[in-house]
């Protein structure tokens, strides 16, 4: 790519919604860029692209964008996160009749992902004595939060996520597509595909993403780190246009138009009511039209961290390690944190700001398990030890 024209990857997910304001609003436009966002419906896709220079910048799932520099799972492309493009926003969605099957073996109230957890551990063992297929869920990577929540969630109640249950990958479009076919039981993806599902009539929302982890690093601009170094200037740019487009999705006031301009046929192309919810917090979660509203569902903008925290880097290397995926080593561990570069946003910004008040005391703010620590992720290993059947899978070099 030349000049200051960019290409850069998306899938069709509400998250995606600086990329698609700072271009329909003409924040890119302003700083001086050209920019064609090119939408993709996979996750291999954008990473591949993005990793050959197909895109010079991609929304990309953060635990990608970690595997990618340490060469896990794919060949090694040193990748760089310096913006934040959303916390949270995923939910997990079951099929009505699993979600009947839990309320009949819940000890408690399934809003509780302890309750929940152990009731779906109850019901993976009834379908073991009755000889039945084990339940199917679906999500959209392995290096995913999706499939991170699916088994800290699953393991908090017993279940063994790589034994007892099958976990399938599918590209978010799909997701509602095979619950309806019954090809799976439940999800977790982001939004709008739950809410999609629910307004179909063939899902239910049981938790959102926020009820599992209090605080993740859902998608990141990534950026190639050799790019970022020839293009300082158009790097700086486009930060700035993002960053003006996440405080303008930020305001109430604004909420209407960015959910006119995500809901577009060339955009995310879903009804705008759908992303208005999305936006506000506020879905229906099942058939019989109930809702629940919670400002933490999905979160977006300055005062709520566009800032990269290398922390959340640190977490999800930590869940790399905990399910086999990657070795323990301090020097993985410092080359995942090195992905997220606050410095590169405060240079493009010209200020840090406090972010968020609600911060979780350990950057995190899981339901249960111990309180993480960026430092040392072995000790935060170690504890899960504690837990028989959510023990790490700890692979060596």
């Not at 998306?10 to 600086?18: C, E, G, Q, R, S």
């Not at 959303?86 to 992902?113: H, K």
């Not at 566009?306 to 977490?315: K, N, T, V």
Request: charged letters at 20%; glycine letters at 8%; a negative charge.
């Amino acid at each position: 790519m030349s000049g200051d024209r960019l290409r850069i990857g998306y899938i069709p997910l509400v998250d995606a919604a600086a990329l698609v304001v700072a271009v329909d609003k003409g924040f890119a436009a302003d700083q001086g860029l050209d920019v064609e966002l090119v939408r993709e419906v996979s996750w291999s896709n954008v990473r591949d692209k993005l990793n050959i220079g197909l895109f010079d910048a991609a929304h990309l799932l953060s635990p990608v964008a970690v595997a990618s520099s340490l060469g896990i799972g794919h060949v090694r492309v040193p990748l760089i996160a310096p913006f934040n493009l959303g916390y949270n926003g995923n939910a997990i969605t079951v099929t009505p009749d699993l979600m009947a099957a839990l309320r009949a073996t819940a000890d408690g109230e399934l809003s509780d992902p302890t309750v929940s957890a152990r009731a779906l551990a109850r019901v993976v063992t009834n379908r073991k004595t009755q000889g039945l297929e084990p339940l199917t869920f679906g999500m959209t990577f392995p290096f995913s939060n999706h499939n991170y929540q699916l088994r800290f969630w699953m393991a908090a109640g017993g279940i063994d996520p790589d034994e007892d249950v099958r976990l399938v990958v599918l590209p978010p479009p799909y997701m509602v597509e095979s619950l309806a076919s019954r090809h799976v039981d439940g999800f977790c993806v982001g939004a709008p595909w739950n809410s999609v599902a629910v307004d179909l009539g063939i899902g239910c929302i049981l938790h959102f993403g926020c009820d599992i982890l209090a605080r993740t690093s859902e998608k990141v601009l990534a950026v190639r780190g050799p790019w970022a170094q020839e293009n300082p200037g158009r790097l700086q740019r486009l930060l700035r246009a993002l960053r003006h487009a996440a405080d303008f999705i930020e305001q109430p006031a604004n909420r209407g138009e960015v959910a006119a301009l995500l809901a577009a046929s060339n955009r995310v192309a879903v009804p705008m009511e759908i992303v208005r919810g999305t936006l506000d917090g506020d879905l229906r979660i099942n058939a019989d039209g109930a809702r629940r509203a919670t400002a933490h569902y999905f979160e977006i903008g300055d005062a709520r961290g566009s800032r990269p925290r290398p922390l959340q880097a640190a977490w999800i290397y930590a869940q790399m390690v905990r399910w086999g995926q990657a070795p323990l080593s301090p020097e993985l561990l410092l080359a995942a944190r090195s992905v997220y570069r606050p410095d590169l946003y405060d240079a493009a910004i010209g200020e840090c700001s406090a972010g968020s008040s609600e911060i979780p005391d350990d950057g995190i703010g899981a339901f249960t398990g111990p309180t993480f620590n960026p430092v040392d992720i072995s000790q935060y290993l170690s504890a899960w030890m504690q837990m028989p059947r959510a023990r790490p899978r700890l692979v060596t070099d």
